[in-house]
């Protein structure tokens, strides 16, 4: 079974930055994908960014057009536990959601928790 840790959730002003950490551990993987999905108050969970990570390199990085020049997503791994970070700059309110860090491997996809990202003046 995967273990996914979310972290860096909070509450800021429009136009500022945060940073979601996912940690994920307990198997040993050759080859992922992360990535992570928010879901808004009475809306449907949407895709917001996904990286594939092989025998040390990144590849097949894909951001939702709503995010794309503002959100970036990166992956490393370190002693078999993956960690995928979203940057996250010039927050909008519509940027408001739980978001959610998965990471699909060849023992399917599993998911985080959830992290509140709320942006409001």
């Known amino acids: 079974q995967v273990q996914l840790e979310e972290s860096g959730g909070g509450s800021v002003q429009p136009g500022e930055s945060l940073r979601l950490s996912c940690v994920a551990s307990?198997?040993?993987?050759?080859?992922?994908?992360m990535g992570w999905f928010r879901q808004a108050l009475g809306k449907e969970r949407e895709f917001v960014a996904q990286a594939s990570w092989t025998d040390g390199n990144m590849f097949h990085r894909s951001t939702a057009a709503s995010v794309k020049g503002r959100f970036t997503l990166d992956i490393a791994e370190n002693n078999a536990k993956y960690r995928a970070v979203l940057e996250m700059s010039s927050l909008k309110p519509e940027d408001t959601a739980v978001y959610y860090c998965y990471i699909d491997s060849n023992t399917g996809r599993d998911w985080g928790q959830g992290t509140q990202v709320t942006v409001t003046s």
């Open positions: 307990g198997r040993v993987f050759n080859s992922v994908t």
